[in-house]
């Protein structure tokens, strides 16, 4: 079968960014080659795969399942990564880097990376199909090969409870680091002035 890469790259022209946003925030504990990888493996998919769609009006949430496939299939990879490492791996393997530059991070955007590290793959895949990519509650069930609308429901309240629980603690943690910075910006301030005052005495 002819693959039509002209059409399919006018399919996926509209959807290639929040694609890239998709897969970066799948593999946010993992490095941002770890994410391209995924990205890329799913376009050969996909492209291999093109003719079985037969309604492109579905090109979205069909590409979508191939992202969270491979995504899947990626993680069992990973796991095996962390007991069998190879020589160029002993040294980073423990290491879990950013999809972002963190200098380059707000706070709010790091406690949300950190949030859904926190949580499983599959919740993860739910809540940013849900959230990032606008998917309907069936589209999802599709997308994840579930039976019932019930199991992405749960799975998404499950994910946003965590996500928030840990979101109020990162924020609670933040604020009494704030708070203790202000109050030792205040001693020291204070011992200034204090040293100040004694050497103008001592004069």
């Known amino acids: 079968m002819t693959i039509d890469s002209a059409k399919f790259s006018g399919l996926l022209k509209p959807h ?5 946003k998709y897969s970066r925030a799948l593999c946010s504990t993992w490095s941002p080659d770890d994410a391209e990888d995924v990205l890329q493996q799913s376009f050969l998919l996909a492209l ?5 769609l037969k309604d492109h009006s579905k090109f979205r949430s069909w590409f979508f399942k191939i992202i969270t496939t491979t995504f899947y299939s990626s993680i069992r990879r990973h796991f095996w990564k962390k007991f069998l490492p190879s020589d160029n791996e002993r040294s980073t393997v423990h290491n879990m880097p950013e999809v972002f530059d963190r200098a380059e991070q707000t706070e709010s955007r790091m406690i949300i990376n950190k949030a859904l590290a926190g949580i499983s793959g599959k919740e993860r895949a739910a809540i940013l199909l849900f959230e990032l990519g606008n998917f309907s509650i069936e589209e999802i069930r599709a997308i994840q090969g579930e039976k019932s609308i019930s199991a992405v429901k749960s799975r998404l309240s499950r994910a946003r409870t965590k ?3 840990y979101i109020n603690e990162e924020e609670k943690i933040l ?3 704030e708070n203790s910075l202000w109050e030792l910006n205040g001693d020291l301030e204070n011992e200034t002035l204090k040293l100040i005052t004694e050497i103008r005495t001592e004069r």
């Open 16 to 20: 290639y960014n929040d694609a890239l």
């Open 48 to 52: 291999e795969n093109f003719g079985s």
């Open 163 to 165: 996500l928030r629980k």
């Open 175 to 177: 604020a009494h680091k």
